[in-house]
């Protein structure tokens, strides 16, 4: 069964870079039906998608976050992983990681997800 | 593109029908997803491309709608559905989700 699994700091400050990882079990990261992607949700808002990757490294992102957000894989360890730059509290939010079927652009499965708050 | 579910919120019993609206700014085809999320859980998708149940997913649950006009039906409501339900746009980039619309018990 596909597990995914998010992890990082719970705070971060103001102008800082928020860090996630996200741990794929179950499957591999290299497949190559799948891009994987990142989403997040605002408290008691709605969802919001961040960027995603292929395994070769490929990449896109929501333009209107794509200066700050980088995403990576390490196939090594079945990880990719979200940089997201210079964050305000506008980022706090609960950060989702999830697979993304190749040529489709639904997500099929999600991890549990891990709130960020941006604080000083 | 934009995504607007109606109603935000609706009250309803078990065994009530139940339809959600989800309206795109343009035509997107049928390049339409749905998901169901319970509090403080991550979504689950139930429908893609309008109307393509996700494996699991119970036929209480139904999709429909083309170009800018969707609809999310569950034909018997469970207490395991009183959710919040969010629509998904698949047809261009960037992804969009609606704002959801939370089923709360009469």
């Known amino acids: 069964q596909l597990q995914l699994q998010e992890s990082g700091p719970g705070l971060v400050k103001p102008s800082e870079t928020l860090s996630l990882t996200c741990t794929v079990s179950?499957?591999?990261?290299?497949?190559?039906?799948?891009?994987w992607g990142w989403i997040r949700q605002p408290p008691g808002k709605g969802l919001e998608w961040i960027g995603s990757i292929y395994y070769s490294g490929s990449t896109y992102y929501n333009p209107s976050l794509k200066s700050r957000v980088t995403i990576s894989v390490d196939t090594s360890k079945n990880q990719f992983s979200l940089k997201l730059s210079s964050v305000t509290a506008a980022d706090t939010a609960v950060y989702y990681c999830a697979r993304q079927p190749f040529g489709q652009s639904f997500f099929d499965y999600w991890g549990q997800g891990t709130l960020v708050t941006v604080s000083s | 593109i934009q995504l607007t579910q109606s109603p935000s919120s609706l009250s309803a019993s078990v065994g009530d029908r139940v339809t959600i609206t989800c309206r795109a700014s343009?035509?997107?085809?049928?390049?339409l997803a749905w998901y169901q999320q319970k509090p403080g859980k991550a979504p689950k998708l139930l429908i893609y491309a309008a109307s393509t149940l996700q494996n699991g997913v119970p036929s209480t649950f139904s999709g429909s709608g083309s170009g800018t006009d969707f609809t999310l039906t569950i034909s018997s409501l469970q207490p395991e559905d009183f959710a919040t339900y969010f629509c998904?746009?698949?047809?261009?980039?960037?992804?969009?989700f609606g704002q959801g619309t939370k089923v709360e018990i009469k």
């Open positions: 343009q035509g997107i085809g049928s390049f």
């Open positions: 998904q746009q698949l047809n261009s980039y960037p992804w969009t």
């Open positions: 179950g499957g591999s990261i290299s497949s190559s039906s799948y891009y």
